[in-house]
């Protein structure tokens, strides 16, 4: 039994150690290894979406840099939303030089905790890793308290057509039998 | 004297008249317009009558209360011909006032409610407008959707993000 157990564990921080940062730039990923390392974190570098993948399930990491322009077939989006499907409590932060709305939307539509775009205040990123890191965190309490677990998903395609699904398929894609549009499963309410 | 016009679904084209007090729309049952669709929150927004219009507030509502496509988030006047959006019905103030007394209109109301719902369904018919989302056609369509999936999307959004590259440079 923890001897805190009279401490609210919500008010606990975020802890993180490992950081997987995707990115295929050498300059700019050497850059954020060293500026990371500084930090006491310990980096790991994937270069593209394949490398991210195996980098995430050997290292498991505590959070994610993600760029979105990436060499190869998968973007950066994509890479994200894989991630959360295998770990829905991931925290991911966005560091892009595109300013689009439509990639912000679509970075949050993906399950992206936080954007950032390039170039970029490294004292800024800093306490965005930190505050990415806490929301998540909270997220996560909030989550197992709440016992969402056991509460089915309900969400609507943009057809109108309505959808009840089981909780752990939160973050996959189904096709709408309706209008045959891929329609994600929500991943909060 | 304000009236409220169905602009979905079966029941398209259906007057509401209102009365001259406040009033409430929402899942509730004590609600003036009751919906029972899940995106309607028990006391999802109120309407208000002036001179002017219906002045709409949103009651808290999980899905929020729209006003010509634009969430509202205070007060908002809705005048003659605007578009008032809860869950997955759409309204419009009607223009003009009632031709017809009211007290005529409730047997209507009832009428085209009771095609498909139970009495039980209907706790005070001569107050309450139940209007079930499920008797709806879906809301109206959203843009058509341009992206069949998620790869699709991100290339067009990277093929634009090159392009305004190339216009700065």
């Known amino acids: 039994m923890s001897t805190d157990g009279n401490i609210d564990p919500r008010l606990a921080p975020a802890i993180v150690h490992r950081i997987l940062v995707v990115e295929d730039d050498r300059d700019e990923a050497a850059f954020l290894k060293t500026l990371l390392e500084r930090e006491k974190y310990d980096v790991t570098i994937a270069k593209d979406a394949g490398q991210a993948h195996s980098m995430f399930v050997m290292r ?17 989006w994509e890479v994200c939303e894989r991630l959360k499907t295998l770990e829905r409590f991931m925290p991911v932060l966005i560091l892009t030089a595109i300013e689009l709305d439509d990639s912000r939307n679509l970075a949050v539509r993906v399950g992206a905790d936080a954007y950032m775009t390039k170039p ?14 806490q929301e998540v965190w ?16 309900r969400f609507s395609c943009r057809c109108g057509k309505r959808f009840k699904v089981a909780h752990q398929h939160r973050g996959k894609t189904l096709t709408c039998p309706n209008c045959g549009e891929p329609v994600l499963v929500p991943r909060h309410e | ?53 219906l002045l709409v507030r949103d009651l808290g509502s999980q899905n ?24 997955p019905i759409n309204f419009e103030l009607a223009g003009a006032p009632p031709a017809k007394p009211v007290a005529g209109l409730d047997d209507d109301i ?60």
Do not use: Y
């Not at chain 2, 409430?24 to 049952?29: A, F, Y």
């Not at chain 2, 999307?153 to 093929?159: F, G, K, N, P, Q």
């Open chain 1, 60 to 76: 498991k990491p505590d959070l994610v840099i993600l760029d979105l322009i990436l060499p190869g077939t998968e973007t950066g």
């Open chain 2, 110 to 169: 009832f009428g085209w409610l009771s095609e498909s719902d139970t009495a039980t369904d209907i706790p005070n018919a001569s107050d309450t407008t139940i209007v079930k989302a499920a008797q709806l056609a879906p809301p109206p369509p959203e843009p058509k959707p341009k992206f069949k999936t998620i790869a699709d999307e991100a290339r067009d959004i990277i093929r634009r993000h090159r392009e305004s590259l190339e216009e700065k440079t």
């Open chain 1, 120 to 133: 970029f205040d490294p004292a800024e990123l800093l306490v965005q890793i930190k505050q990415t890191a």
């Open chain 2, 1 to 53: 004297m304000h009236a409220l016009i169905v602009n979905t679904g079966k029941h398209k084209g259906k007057r509401i008249e209102l009365p001259d007090k406040p009033i409430i729309i929402g899942r509730d049952e004590t609600s003036f317009i009751r919906m029972t669709s899940t995106e309607v929150s028990r006391q999802h927004c109120s309407l208000t009558p002036t001179e002017k219009g």
């Open chain 1, 138 to 153: 909270l997220r996560s309490r909030a989550d197992d308290s709440s016992g969402d677990e056991i509460k089915p998903v």
């Open chain 2, 64 to 87: 929020g209360t729209i006003v010509n496509s634009v969430k509202i988030e205070t007060e908002t006047l809705l005048r003659p011909g605007d578009k008032l959006q809860i869950g």
